[in-house]
């Protein structure tokens, strides 16, 4: 092992595996990771190789380098011979999963779950599955639980299932869409009205909260909620009383609130939007939904369970169409990937045109821009975009592998004789063997 010498001010936390919750600060120095003794960081693994990844470290950053292992390295769900790590990345070595964080760091281990499913909401990456875990210890539990997440991640989803999995399963679940509603009406909505309140109320009305009575309400976008209105709201779930808009006495509440939101309320709170003490009151329980782009290894399976749901085979999808799916970086997360399957699914695939060829860098560079399809028919753009995808990935993928199909395919992940007839489509050379790992 080289000489180190000043702190780097990172470390490795161990997510999973015999040694969870181990941490291994990282100064500047080479550091050997592997289940022989003589490593730097031992790892108790059976998967894991005896010298199996090398990571390198300086003031700038670290790499981490493959010693072609038998199984492979992996950074969030991508195997890699060679790459810049960057804090807050996961790198997977056999059945042992480590995270890359500041040495402060007082970030806790949250084992993942063994499910790939929560109600509605699917997932088999680690960032979905310690979602799960959360879920699965809170939903029982029947407190308020404020959910965030960008639009289209799954908050309705998530909600409706720590409903369904909690103590309040068999009362009613009453959704309150906040941005969907006129600010003068929002009282009302939320609190109900006696007969006379204001122009238009020409009798009483229960509020979503007494309409919840015995189960849950859901606060959709509580972040669009007038400033006027927090009071009354942070009064509810203090002291579980609701009054009509116009009556003189409270009602008893026995419900469960949870609250969902895209905005960042810690930064309203600081811009003073929102009010602290209903943030707090809020946040005590929080579930956070990671966006698409951050998980790419579920979208094949969400892909797959979108055809499910629908009643469809996978092979209602070609091949082609998700090679593109897989591409594409979801700025409208899991609910744009469902409209974009069901929509080719139902119209066929003439519906992908609405996916602009520009918002798909990869495909981008395979085929060298979108200005040059655009001026083409869909089909043979697409086929373009697919052979450019194909041919940079295996050159990329064949200099890896220094020129072996064996290891090449293994890498890939597919036969060595499909990968020989993809070889020899785009005219790349390889030799065969089974290597030396």
């Known amino acids: 092992m080289q000489a180190r010498s000043g702190p780097l001010r990172l ?10 919750g181990q941490s291994h600060l990282l100064a500047p120095g080479s550091y050997r990771l592997g289940k022989s003794p003589e490593c730097d960081i031992v790892l108790n693994d059976k998967a894991v190789s005896r010298q199996h990844l090398r990571l390198d470290v300086s003031e700038s950053g670290v790499r981490a380098t493959d010693m072609e292992s038998h199984n492979g390295s992996f950074c969030e769900g991508m195997r890699f011979t060679e790459l810049e790590v960057r804090p807050g990345a996961v790198l997977k070595v056999g059945a042992t999963e480590m995270k890359l964080v500041p040495e402060t760091s007082r970030e ?3 084992p993942p779950s063994e499910r790939t499913q929560f109600g509605g909401l699917v997932g088999s990456s680690r960032r979905m599955r310690e979602v799960f875990t959360l879920l699965e210890r809170l939903a029982p539990g029947g407190a308020d639980v404020l959910i965030q997440g960008e639009t289209g991640t799954g908050k309705e989803l998530c909600a409706e299932a720590i409903h369904a999995q909690g103590p309040r ?7 309150v869409d906040l941005a969907g509603i006129a600010p003068s009406l929002i009282e009302s909505e939320l609190f109900g009205h006696v007969k006379g309140a204001f122009t238009g109320a020409q009798s009483d009305r229960a509020g979503a909260f007494e309409r919840a009575s015995g189960g849950t309400v859901f606060l959709d976008e509580v972040g669009e909620l007038p400033p006027e209105v927090q009071p009354r709201l942070l009064r509810v779930l203090e002291r579980r009383q609701v009054k009509r808009v116009g009556a003189n006495d409270y009602r008893a509440l026995e419900v469960r609130v949870l609250a ?4 960042d309320l810690e930064k309203a709170v600081q811009e003073g939007k929102f009010r602290a003490d209903l943030y707090h009151r809020l946040a005590v329980l929080r579930v956070t939904l990671p966006p698409l782009r951050e998980r790419p290894e579920d979208i094949a399976l969400l892909i797959d369970t979108v055809l499910e749901r629908a009643g469809r085979p996978a092979s209602a999808l070609s091949e082609a169409t998700r090679a593109l799916l897989l591409q594409y970086p979801w700025p409208g997360n899991v609910r744009e990937l469902r409209n974009v399957v ?3 699914v139902n119209l066929g695939e003439e519906a ?3 996916m602009e060829p520009a918002r798909i860098p990869a495909a981008e560079r395979s085929s060298g821009g979108s200005a040059a399809k655009l001026d083409l028919p869909f089909k043979e753009a697409k086929e373009r975009l697919i052979e450019g995808f194909e041919r940079d990935y295996l050159q990329g ?3 890896r592998c220094g020129g072996n ?8 992940g597919i036969a060595r004789l499909y990968l020989r007839k993809l070889l020899h489509k785009h005219g790349l050379a390889a030799k065969d063997g089974d290597g030396d790992e």
């Open 260 to 263: 969902a939101t895209h905005v």
């Open 397 to 399: 993928l064949i200099e």
């Open 342 to 344: 069901e929509r080719v």
């Open 108 to 110: 806790r281990v949250i």
């Open 11 to 20: 470390k490795l936390l161990v997510l999973s595996g015999a040694q969870v």
């Open 352 to 354: 992908l045109p609405d």
């Open 169 to 175: 399963a068999k009362g009613p679940f009453v959704i």
């Open 405 to 412: 199909i064996s290891r090449a395919a293994r890498e890939a």
